[in-house]
């Protein structure tokens, strides 16, 4: 562009526009080298651009004006800061030297200023831009409006700018914590308290992975649970903790957050390690309890990372807010699971008691003390089965020891009672509801060899043998011998015979099966059937689906 020979020298200016003393920018511009700057020496710039310049370096306002088709960069000190490294090496040059990394965003927005006059501007408006050795998204208040020549053509776009990134940042970290704390409030599930915050952590962070892990008894294993991903696998399973840097897991130990950049700066880490998962940077919070490390909350990214302090800040709130949500959801979880237990343990208890009310009743209508007598009995019956779970908190018990609770009145006191378990089905365990059953079946059983079998008479036995079949079906054999011999079925079937036949299969589960041969020799009674491996908690909450139903 031609300068006009009447130009008055910029380096001479009235006393009115002399630059502020000791204002850095100002003696950069003054001193720059021509030969260095597409725009020359400072002293044979136009009047316009000399104007431009004494306006933006007298304001305490953030000013950038880029001249000329190259866009030309010139700034004053309050500007300086928001460029970090690039400054002093962009004053005086074409934007798109330093500028390079989000030239493809800023160029149009300058050039629809150079080419329509009008003004651009914007709230909060997000660059990514690289001024302190790594990249970052920042946030700016922006008014780009154009700068014309002395012909009036728009000889530059003058930006007066406002960096807005911190308090953009507070704003979605305080966005983030009220749309956790919404999602977090109505969640009952631990698993589903575990899963909402990774995944709402790692889309506010941008980062590529975030997990939660369990460390085991061992002290030397954590178990991963939860993971959320952005692109790269997931984590799961088991893994050996010091395989995460033996110094910075010992660390974790005693309760320190770590947060690592980049592994390849990280003497501690073997890159390898990371490298298979995918994993430059990350972030970790322990949970420290009863003086040992039991969990963590992770954070990965599959490139470098600078973490600033607010970002581990907040890891480190969200992961002591998530151990809170966990233990008051396991809380509130296992409330309802109890009363689920509860309710469902009454209407069982209730509804096996009336059973056994009714069916005595029927064999002893005529004689109320044998009514008092039957009746008592089973309810002891009925108690030991449920001492021997309450014993176990009505988790599966053994086989073995169901049998045992069935017949501990006669095997502690009649040694013709042999019990024999082979050892595969000494690791076989039933669920409460078939423990319960077998209880009772086998005390009638037994009842009914003391009344009318073979240990109603000297020199009587009762052999009980238990095996199990292929699909660990278990099969229990129970045979008489010595007692009196045995016609055939009785003409009346009472409360034991109703149970074993009708009740205890049903009570069982599918695909069991119960037989009964009187043979001569004595009572033959086969019981097979599969064990059913549900504990009291999922009992409970098959009875709150049903409510629900």
């Keep these: ?49 000399r104007a431009t310049v004494d306006l933006l370096l007298a304001a305490r306002a953030q000013i950038v004006l880029f001249w000329g088709p190259d866009y030309v960069a010139l700034y004053n000190d309050a500007y300086a800061p928001t460029i970090g490294a690039k400054h002093p090496r962009a004053l005086g040059r074409p934007a798109r030297e330093n500028w390079s990394e989000l030239w493809d965003d800023l160029e149009p927005l300058l050039r629809g200023v150079r080419e329509t006059g009008e003004t651009f501007h914007a709230h909060d408006r997000p660059f990514y831009i690289e001024r302190h050795g790594y990249g970052e998204t920042v946030h700016f208040d922006v008014s780009y409006s154009a700068v014309r020549d002395a012909e009036g053509a728009v000889g530059g776009v003058l930006c007066i700018v406002s960096e807005t990134t911190e308090r953009v940042r507070s704003e979605q970290r305080q966005a983030f914590r009220l749309a956790l704390q919404d999602r977090l409030r109505h969640l009952s599930d631990p698993g589903a308290v575990m899963a909402t915050v990774v995944e709402l952590l790692g889309r506010h962070l941008g980062a590529d992975r975030v997990g939660y892990g369990e460390v085991q008894p061992d002290g030397e294993t954590v178990i991963l649970h939860t993971c959320w991903t952005d692109g790269v696998a997931p984590l799961t399973g088991a893994w050996p903790l010091d395989g995460f840097g033996v110094e910075t897991i010992a660390r974790q130990r005693c309760g320190q957050t770590q947060a690592c950049a980049d592994i390849a700066e990280d003497p501690d880490q073997d890159p390898a390690v990371w490298a298979a998962i995918e994993t430059r940077a990350y972030a970790s919070v322990p949970l420290i309890r009863g003086g040992r490390l039991a969990a963590t909350l992770f954070v990965n990214f599959r490139a470098p990372h600078r973490w600033t302090a607010e970002e581990v800040a907040l890891v480190e709130e969200v992961a002591a807010r998530t151990w809170a949500e966990v233990e008051r959801a396991r809380v509130e979880r296992q409330q309802e699971l109890i009363l689920g237990e509860l309710n469902h343990r009454v209407k069982n208890i209730l509804a096996t008691v009336q059973g056994i009310a009714v069916t005595t009743l029927k064999g002893t209508a005529d004689d109320p003390r044998r009514f008092v007598t039957h009746f008592n009995a089973r309810l002891k019956t009925l108690a030991r089965a449920h001492d021997m779970l309450t014993a176990r908190h009505w988790e599966p018990a ?23 378990i082979s050892d595969a089905a000494r690791t076989v365990a039933v669920s409460p509801r078939q423990a319960q059953a077998l209880v009772l079946a086998f005390h009638e059983l037994a009842t009914n060899a003391v009344k009318y079998g073979a240990l109603a008479v000297p020199g009587g036995s009762v052999s009980i043998r238990c095996e199990t079949g292929p699909g660990r079906r278990v099969r229990l054999h129970w045979a008489e011998a010595g007692g009196p011999p045995l016609a055939g079925p009785p003409a009346r079937r009472g409360f034991g015979t109703r149970l074993l036949e009708r009740g205890l299969a049903g009570d069982l589960g599918a695909e069991s099966e119960v037989t009964l041969r009187f043979a001569p020799a004595g009572l033959r009674a086969e019981i097979a059937f599969l064990p059913e491996r549900i504990s009291r908690w999922e009992m409970a909450a098959d009875t709150a689906e049903d409510a629900g139903a």
Aim: proline letters at 17%; glycine letters at 10%.
């Design 398 to 420: 053994g086989i073995e020891s169901t049998i045992r609770a069935a017949l501990s009145p006669w095997l502690e006191s009649n040694r013709a009672v042999r019990l024999a």
């Design 1 to 49: 562009m031609p300068i006009p020979a009447t130009a008055r020298p910029w380096s001479a200016p009235p006393p009115s526009a002399r630059l502020p003393a000791g204002g850095e920018l100002a003696a950069l511009i003054r001193g720059l080298d021509g030969a260095a700057t597409p725009l020359g020496p400072p002293a044979a710039w136009p009047g316009c651009l």
